[in-house]
């Protein structure tokens, strides 16, 4: 059974950084894509960055040059690795794998503000 978890969410000023972490566990083939969503509240659920391997990677445009995404296959980890962060970019972050079919993580508050 897959189960990804995540953790770094918290409070931070804007222009700060912040490094998110999912771990999965259970049968993950490290051909699949993992990637980060974010929701804020009243929006959909939205795509921030996705990578493959060997570590192809695609940002939304909102994020580019600011966020990297990241994957340890040893450690069935993915990283998001967010600098400059601006208050539009508040919002609960998921983590997810598509493998035969989408799993999610429980999500992470992310809140910029000063």
């Known amino acids: 059974q897959v189960q990804l978890v995540e953790s770094g969410g918290g409070l931070v000023q804007p222009g700060g950084s912040l490094r998110l972490s999912c771990a999965a566990s259970g049968s993950i083939l490290s051909i699949n894509p993992m990637g980060w969503y974010r929701q804020a509240p009243g929006k959909e659920r939205e795509l921030v960055a996705v990578?493959?391997?060997?570590?192809?990677?695609n940002y939304a445009d909102s994020v580019k040059g600011r966020f990297t995404i990241s994957r340890d296959n040893a450690k069935k980890t993915v990283y998001l690795q967010m600098n400059s962060l601006k208050p539009e970019d508040t919002a609960v972050y998921y983590c997810?794998?598509?493998?035969?079919?989408?799993?999610w993580g429980q999500g992470t508050q992310v809140t910029v503000s000063s």
């Open positions: 990578i493959t391997s060997p570590g192809s990677t």
């Open positions: 997810s794998l598509h493998q035969l079919r989408f799993y």
